[in-house]
């Protein structure tokens, strides 16, 4: 059985974790391998300030306070999205306005954004589907132009660029998530980078719970206590020391799932008359976090959902539109978004983890082929 994810571990992780409980100072958060994992980040990809949390959805939530959301603001988005990045603003007050995808890939579409801007819109959420950049020049000039934030969720997008910038370092805001189904991952995971430095000594305190307590730890203040709204965004040292492994085996962890995921796309490149392939465009990079096709019928993808299946593969569907579901339907306005749609029917996901080999890929792909062939 091929299973359609496994997390990969790369054998250091416990080691580490008994080192924060046998050596270092404190396991509660903010302690020494929260900062190295923090510093990485900040060092590796030139961000002003990162903030480890527990999870990309904690990250964006952090997003939605540090920006001032409040009842009535509008937040546009794309509807083919993960819960995470909506509720963050809904848990704010704010009026979700979704957005359907390019015709492409499931990314926000750019060109629409203009007619879906009112006097209530106060942001933009970029969310970079599969790792594969968003159009963040077209997204930033039309926030510019209105006054707007951009938040980019860059859950899926580690080591990914726009034009030679690491995804989550160009709008106000980004996020990643360390779920266990992303590149690296500590089980539940995320971290908040903030690009705007107006953002970073609040940042601390929402983290903090509302507490000015980083400063404190600084020697920058000499007594903290509640100076904000705020929460507890901020993961334990087990965590951190656990991700601490997977940060040090960044490049080796990519090399691989890049490998793969170039394998399945130059083994089902000749079906482009059945499938569609992933569309990078040339702004962008690829980080390897999801290999997906997308079939031409709903139909056509659970034919071969079950064929693969039949053969003990499993691929897996994504998100349905948010815009549709049950929670948010008759809060739509009624908008058609076919695209987002579209993804939600016939986008399918394969199976790329570390530990698949090159053969396992060419397999699947046979299989693939075979499936297409009949
Ligand atoms: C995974 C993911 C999230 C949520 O991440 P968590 O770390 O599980 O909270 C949010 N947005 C997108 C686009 C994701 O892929």
Not at 181 to 188: H, S, V, W, Y
Not at 200 to 205: F, G, M
Not at 291 to 315: G, T
Not at 346 to 351: A, F, K, N, T, Y
């Amino acid at each position: 059985m091929i299973h359609f994810n496994k997390p990969y571990r790369t054998g250091n992780e416990i080691g580490y974790i008994k080192d924060a409980v046998d050596n270092q100072l404190q396991i509660s958060g903010n302690g020494h391998y929260t900062k190295k994992c923090q510093s990485f980040i900040e060092n590796r990809y030139a961000v002003k300030k990162c903030l480890l949390t527990n999870s990309c959805t904690d990250a964006l939530e952090m997003c939605a306070i540090l920006i001032g959301i409040s009842p009535g603001d509008e937040v546009i988005m794309p509807s083919y999205t993960f819960t995470s990045t909506a509720n963050a603003f809904i848990l704010r007050g704010a009026k979700v306005v979704f957005c359907d995808s390019m015709v492409e890939n499931p990314n926000i579409n750019h060109h629409a954004l203009e007619t879906l801007i009112t006097d209530k819109t106060k942001a933009i959420i970029a969310v970079h589907y599969a790792g594969i950049a968003c159009d963040m020049d077209s997204i930033v000039d039309v926030a510019k132009r209105h006054g707007l934030y951009v938040v980019e969720d860059a859950a899926q997008a580690i080591e990914s660029t726009y034009k030679g910038k690491q995804l989550g370092t160009i709008g106000h805001l980004g996020t990643f998530s360390f779920h266990e189904t992303k590149n690296i991952q500590c089980g539940e995971g995320g971290m908040l980078m903030i690009n705007d430095p107006a953002f970073i000594n609040r940042s601390e305190i929402l983290w903090e719970k509302g507490t000015n307590r980083a400063a404190f730890w600084r020697g920058e203040v000499d007594k903290y206590g509640w100076v904000d709204i705020g929460s507890s965004y901020l993961p334990s040292e087990l965590n951190a020391a656990y991700l601490w492994a997977q940060f040090e085996r960044l490049e080796d962890i990519q090399s691989k799932r890049i490998e793969l995921w170039n394998r399945y796309n130059s083994n089902l490149k000749n079906l482009d008359s059945k499938i569609s392939n992933p569309d990078v465009p040339g702004y962008a990079s690829v980080n390897a976090h999801m290999y997906y096709i997308v079939c031409s019928s709903l139909e056509d993808r659970q034919n071969l959902i079950s064929h693969l299946k039949s053969n003990d593969i499993h691929s897996v569907f994504h998100y349905q539109s948010l815009h549709a579901s049950p929670y948010f339907e008759d809060k739509h306005d009624g908008r058609e978004l076919f695209m987002s749609d579209k993804y939600s029917n016939q986008l399918l996901r394969l199976p790329l983890y570390y530990d698949l080999s090159i053969e396992d890929v060419d397999n699947i792909s046979e299989l693939i082929q075979a499936y297409y062939a009949n």
